[in-house]
């Protein structure tokens, strides 16, 4: 398939996604979203793929959804079109997602990168929700999942000021996994990555989702959904495999079934 607005490659076992609109900072326009998407669903369901990175350039991981895409258009136009809503298919995905994120994550920007799985920042990265200087709030789910991700203070000081935070800021505030220097952040999140991909498909689809399944459920209900899916890796070759090879001290080689 070809794309215009990204990169994309698989390295072993990892697929690589390279937001790729350097003229507008990678502000993510609704093709650029039907090309991640699309990109990132064939992945999710190739066997050989078992991990994805996104990522975008040393300038900008991406400064928003487009507002010059935007900026005319009105309510109904909106609403028709459920202006957004396709990033929903993005977050419907089951195949671990790491975000490595260079410099500016603003707006739609910060909010993908809250879609991803693991955030891995690098210290040049700058985060930020300033929709509210554009007479607009957060529409990619920034006020939920920031909100999830570093509770109420910060996130009414961010999306209600607009002001940006540092990687510094954004680890401590529990916003990303980790921060590293910048020239290193896609080959970190590559290995990252990796050490996913390595490991039994189905099971790390199934970790993703039972950490997801904390932000739905309640504690009792959350619990029990863990053990019911815990139960069900017994039904894989990969849990035989798995512990076999601990016993046998050796690494394991899991097949993704
Ligand atoms: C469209 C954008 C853009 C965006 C940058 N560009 N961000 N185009 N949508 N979100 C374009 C600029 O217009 C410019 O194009 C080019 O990219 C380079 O940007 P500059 O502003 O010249 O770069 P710089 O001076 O380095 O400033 C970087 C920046 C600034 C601080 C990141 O670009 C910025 O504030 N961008 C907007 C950030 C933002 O508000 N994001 C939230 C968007 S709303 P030209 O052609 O002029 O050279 C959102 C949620 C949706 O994401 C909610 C509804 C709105």
New binding site residues.
């Given amino acids: 398939q070809q794309f215009e607005n990204i990169l994309v490659e698989t390295r072993g076992r990892v697929g690589l996604v390279t937001l790729n609109r350097p ?3 990678n ?2 326009n609704k093709a650029t979203m039907e090309e991640l998407v699309a990109a990132v669903t064939a992945m999710d369901s190739d066997p050989e793929v078992g991990a994805v990175v996104i990522t975008g350039s040393e ?2 991981f991406a ?8 900026a005319a258009k009105g309510y109904l136009e909106m609403y028709a079109e459920d202006w ?1 809503r396709g990033w929903e298919n993005l977050t419907r995905l089951r195949i671990p997602i790491i975000a490595a994120v260079s410099g ?1 994550a ?4 910060c ?1 993908l990168a809250m879609m991803c799985d693991i955030i891995i920042a690098g210290d040049n990265a700058k985060f ?4 509210i ?2 007479g ?5 789910g ?1 006020s939920q999942r920031l909100t999830r991700a570093v509770g109420k203070a910060k996130a009414m000081d961010m999306v209600l000021t607009g002001r940006f935070i540092d990687a510094e800021e954004a680890e401590r505030s529990g916003l990303v996994s980790r921060v590293v220097p910048a020239a290193v952040v896609i080959d970190e999140a590559l290995k990252a990555a990796e050490l996913i991909a390595a490991k039994s498909k189905p099971a790390a689809m199934l970790a993703k989702e039972a950490v997801n399944a904390a932000f739905e459920m309640g504690l009792a209900q959350g619990v029990v959904f863990e053990r019911r899916v815990f139960h069900s890796l017994f039904a894989s070759e990969d849990q035989k495999e798995g512990m076999a090879a601990f016993t046998e001290k050796r690494p394991p080689e899991f097949k993704g079934r």
């Fill in positions: 003229q507008a900072l502000a993510l300038k900008a400064a928003g959804a487009d507002i010059k895409e935007m957004f500016f603003l707006g739609g920007g909010e930020g929700q300033p929709e200087n554009l607009v709030i957060p529409g990619m920034g």
